[in-house]
Protein backbone atom coordinates (compact mmCIF):
# COMPACT_ATOMS: atom_id res chain seq x y z
CA UNK A 1 0.00 0.00 0.00
CA UNK A 2 1.06 3.60 -1.28
CA UNK A 3 1.47 5.94 2.06
CA UNK A 4 -0.55 8.37 -0.47
CA UNK A 5 -3.48 7.26 -2.55
CA UNK A 6 -4.99 9.65 -4.67
CA UNK A 7 -7.43 8.95 -7.47
CA UNK A 8 -5.11 10.62 -11.02
CA UNK A 9 -9.08 11.37 -12.43
CA UNK A 10 -9.40 13.04 -14.74
CA UNK A 11 -12.44 14.73 -13.42
CA UNK A 12 -14.69 16.71 -15.39
CA UNK A 13 -17.34 19.16 -14.69
CA UNK A 14 -19.45 21.70 -15.91
CA UNK A 15 -18.71 25.36 -14.55
CA UNK A 16 -20.12 26.45 -11.60
CA UNK A 17 -19.85 22.63 -10.37
CA UNK A 18 -18.79 21.60 -6.64
CA UNK A 19 -16.00 19.98 -7.17
CA UNK A 20 -14.30 17.35 -4.31
CA UNK A 21 -10.77 15.69 -4.17
CA UNK A 22 -9.55 13.34 -1.83
CA UNK A 23 -6.55 11.50 -0.64
CA UNK A 24 -6.18 8.74 1.55
CA UNK A 25 -2.89 8.07 3.52
CA UNK A 26 -1.66 4.70 5.86
CA UNK A 27 1.39 6.65 7.78
CA UNK A 28 -0.22 8.26 11.11
CA UNK A 29 2.35 10.23 11.64
CA UNK A 30 1.51 12.76 9.20
CA UNK A 31 0.58 15.88 10.59
CA UNK A 32 1.02 18.69 7.85
CA UNK A 33 -1.50 18.36 5.14
CA UNK A 34 -1.47 20.32 1.76
CA UNK A 35 -2.92 21.04 -1.78
CA UNK A 36 -0.93 22.00 -4.37
CA UNK A 37 -2.19 22.71 -7.81
CA UNK A 38 -0.42 22.15 -10.80
CA UNK A 39 -0.84 23.67 -14.33
CA UNK A 40 0.43 21.91 -17.71
CA UNK A 41 4.21 22.43 -17.74
CA UNK A 42 4.30 24.36 -14.59
CA UNK A 43 6.01 23.64 -11.13
CA UNK A 44 3.32 22.91 -8.19
CA UNK A 45 1.83 26.08 -6.29
CA UNK A 46 0.90 25.71 -2.79
CA UNK A 47 -3.32 26.30 -2.61
CA UNK A 48 -3.98 25.29 0.74
CA UNK A 49 -1.88 24.41 4.40
CA UNK A 50 -3.72 22.81 7.29
CA UNK A 51 -2.09 21.19 10.58
CA UNK A 52 -3.59 18.19 11.63
CA UNK A 53 -7.22 18.14 12.00
CA UNK A 54 -10.05 20.56 11.00
CA UNK A 55 -11.53 22.93 8.19
CA UNK A 56 -9.51 25.60 6.56
CA UNK A 57 -11.34 27.62 4.20
CA UNK A 58 -9.90 30.34 1.65
CA UNK A 59 -12.02 32.34 -0.86
CA UNK A 60 -13.65 29.32 -2.99
CA UNK A 61 -11.72 26.40 -1.21
CA UNK A 62 -12.02 24.40 1.75
CA UNK A 63 -9.63 21.76 3.11
CA UNK A 64 -10.77 19.06 5.05
CA UNK A 65 -8.37 16.57 7.30
CA UNK A 66 -10.14 14.13 8.62
CA UNK A 67 -7.19 11.83 10.77
CA UNK A 68 -9.51 9.21 12.59
CA UNK A 69 -10.38 7.94 8.76
CA UNK A 70 -6.54 9.43 6.95
CA UNK A 71 -8.80 11.46 4.70
CA UNK A 72 -8.68 14.68 3.15
CA UNK A 73 -10.09 16.54 1.28
CA UNK A 74 -10.75 19.87 -0.81
CA UNK A 75 -13.54 21.08 -2.40
CA UNK A 76 -13.89 23.72 -4.79
CA UNK A 77 -16.88 25.73 -4.76
CA UNK A 78 -18.35 27.57 -7.84
CA UNK A 79 -15.52 25.93 -10.24
CA UNK A 80 -14.10 27.93 -12.95
CA UNK A 81 -12.71 26.69 -16.35
CA UNK A 82 -9.40 28.25 -14.52
CA UNK A 83 -9.27 25.97 -12.17
CA UNK A 84 -8.65 23.40 -14.64
CA UNK A 85 -5.16 21.63 -13.62
CA UNK A 86 -3.61 18.79 -11.79
CA UNK A 87 -4.20 19.03 -8.18
CA UNK A 88 -1.59 17.55 -5.14
CA UNK A 89 -1.91 16.68 -2.47
CA UNK A 90 0.87 16.35 0.14
CA UNK A 91 1.29 15.76 3.67
CA UNK A 92 4.40 15.87 6.12
CA UNK A 93 5.52 14.48 9.49
CA UNK A 94 5.84 16.77 12.47
CA UNK A 95 9.64 17.10 12.76
CA UNK A 96 11.95 19.75 12.83
CA UNK A 97 12.56 19.91 8.84
CA UNK A 98 10.40 17.36 6.50
CA UNK A 99 10.47 16.14 3.28
CA UNK A 100 6.83 16.25 1.73
CA UNK A 101 4.66 12.90 0.56
CA UNK A 102 2.60 13.57 -2.61
CA UNK A 103 -0.19 12.29 -3.69
CA UNK A 104 0.24 11.07 -7.68
CA UNK A 105 -2.66 14.22 -8.37
CA UNK A 106 -6.00 14.42 -9.80
CA UNK A 107 -6.34 15.98 -13.57
CA UNK A 108 -9.10 18.44 -13.46
CA UNK A 109 -11.03 19.70 -16.20
CA UNK A 110 -13.98 22.52 -15.93
CA UNK A 111 -15.72 23.08 -18.67
CA UNK A 112 -17.32 26.30 -20.13
CA UNK B 1 14.39 36.95 -8.66
CA UNK B 2 10.69 36.71 -8.01
CA UNK B 3 10.84 32.88 -7.85
CA UNK B 4 12.34 29.64 -8.67
CA UNK B 5 14.55 29.89 -11.86
CA UNK B 6 15.46 26.26 -13.44
CA UNK B 7 17.31 25.75 -16.51
CA UNK B 8 17.35 24.72 -18.94
CA UNK B 9 13.51 24.06 -19.17
CA UNK B 10 14.22 21.25 -21.92
CA UNK B 11 16.94 19.01 -22.48
CA UNK B 12 17.47 16.27 -24.81
CA UNK B 13 20.70 13.99 -24.68
CA UNK B 14 21.69 11.06 -25.65
CA UNK B 15 22.05 7.49 -23.62
CA UNK B 16 25.39 7.34 -21.75
CA UNK B 17 26.05 11.20 -21.48
CA UNK B 18 25.93 13.49 -18.13
CA UNK B 19 23.57 16.09 -17.82
CA UNK B 20 23.33 19.16 -15.41
CA UNK B 21 20.18 21.20 -14.38
CA UNK B 22 20.88 24.08 -12.42
CA UNK B 23 18.40 25.90 -9.65
CA UNK B 24 18.54 28.99 -8.61
CA UNK B 25 16.06 29.53 -5.22
CA UNK B 26 14.17 32.57 -3.93
CA UNK B 27 16.59 34.58 -2.17
CA UNK B 28 16.57 34.17 1.56
CA UNK B 29 15.19 30.57 1.09
CA UNK B 30 17.10 28.53 2.97
CA UNK B 31 15.94 25.57 2.42
CA UNK B 32 16.48 23.74 -1.14
CA UNK B 33 15.14 20.37 -2.98
CA UNK B 34 14.57 18.02 -5.90
CA UNK B 35 12.00 16.68 -6.75
CA UNK B 36 11.34 14.43 -10.07
CA UNK B 37 8.21 13.85 -11.88
CA UNK B 38 7.31 10.94 -14.28
CA UNK B 39 4.28 10.53 -16.53
CA UNK B 40 1.71 9.53 -14.39
CA UNK B 41 3.51 9.74 -11.26
CA UNK B 42 4.01 11.93 -8.24
CA UNK B 43 6.84 13.68 -6.79
CA UNK B 44 9.42 11.80 -6.18
CA UNK B 45 11.50 13.38 -3.84
CA UNK B 46 15.20 13.55 -4.84
CA UNK B 47 17.70 15.62 -2.15
CA UNK B 48 17.23 17.90 0.36
CA UNK B 49 19.59 21.00 1.12
CA UNK B 50 19.25 23.22 4.59
CA UNK B 51 21.73 25.82 5.34
CA UNK B 52 24.94 24.43 5.34
CA UNK B 53 23.79 21.23 7.39
CA UNK B 54 24.63 17.76 5.30
CA UNK B 55 22.28 17.41 2.63
CA UNK B 56 19.47 14.52 3.05
CA UNK B 57 20.20 12.33 0.10
CA UNK B 58 18.06 10.05 1.02
CA UNK B 59 15.72 10.03 -2.34
CA UNK B 60 18.93 9.94 -5.21
CA UNK B 61 18.03 6.38 -7.07
CA UNK B 62 21.49 5.79 -7.70
CA UNK B 63 25.29 6.60 -7.45
CA UNK B 64 25.12 8.14 -11.22
CA UNK B 65 22.78 11.29 -8.91
CA UNK B 66 24.54 13.95 -7.48
CA UNK B 67 23.59 17.46 -5.97
CA UNK B 68 25.36 20.14 -4.48
CA UNK B 69 24.59 23.61 -3.83
CA UNK B 70 27.12 26.05 -3.76
CA UNK B 71 26.86 29.34 -1.33
CA UNK B 72 23.69 28.32 -0.12
CA UNK B 73 21.81 29.61 -3.41
CA UNK B 74 22.30 27.86 -6.32
CA UNK B 75 22.18 24.12 -6.74
CA UNK B 76 23.23 22.05 -9.45
CA UNK B 77 21.50 18.24 -10.39
CA UNK B 78 24.10 16.47 -11.94
CA UNK B 79 22.83 12.84 -13.91
CA UNK B 80 25.90 10.96 -15.21
CA UNK B 81 25.66 8.08 -17.94
CA UNK B 82 21.75 8.76 -18.52
CA UNK B 83 19.61 5.85 -19.03
CA UNK B 84 15.98 6.26 -20.68
CA UNK B 85 14.14 5.80 -17.22
CA UNK B 86 16.02 9.02 -16.31
CA UNK B 87 13.50 10.91 -18.57
CA UNK B 88 11.24 12.71 -16.28
CA UNK B 89 10.42 16.38 -15.15
CA UNK B 90 13.03 17.20 -13.19
CA UNK B 91 11.60 20.14 -10.15
CA UNK B 92 13.25 22.50 -7.71
CA UNK B 93 12.18 23.89 -4.79
CA UNK B 94 12.71 26.21 -2.01
CA UNK B 95 11.00 27.26 1.32
CA UNK B 96 11.87 29.25 4.72
CA UNK B 97 13.02 26.54 7.04
CA UNK B 98 10.30 27.73 9.48
CA UNK B 99 7.69 27.06 6.85
CA UNK B 100 8.97 23.06 5.91
CA UNK B 101 5.62 22.87 3.74
CA UNK B 102 5.49 26.11 1.60
CA UNK B 103 7.15 25.11 -0.70
CA UNK B 104 7.55 27.22 -3.78
CA UNK B 105 8.42 25.68 -7.29
CA UNK B 106 10.50 26.19 -10.34
CA UNK B 107 8.52 25.59 -13.87
CA UNK B 108 11.12 22.56 -13.92
CA UNK B 109 13.40 20.96 -16.19
CA UNK B 110 11.93 18.40 -19.20
CA UNK B 111 14.73 16.04 -19.51
CA UNK B 112 14.63 13.67 -22.40
CA UNK B 113 17.16 10.66 -22.53
CA UNK B 114 17.33 9.36 -26.20
Known amino acids: QKEVEQDPGPLSVPEGAIVSLNCTYSNSAFQYFMWYRQYSRKGPELLMYTYSSGNKEDGRFTAQVDKSSKYISLFIRDSQPSDSATYLC????????????FGKGTMLLVSP | GAGVSQSPSNKVTEKGKDVELRCDPISGHTALYWYRQSLGQGLEFLIYFQGNSAPDKSGLPSDRFSAERTGGSVSTLTIQRTQQEDSAVYLC????????????FGSGTQLSVL
Open chain 1, 90 to 101: AMSHLSGYSTLT
Open chain 2, 93 to 104: ASSLVTQGGTLF
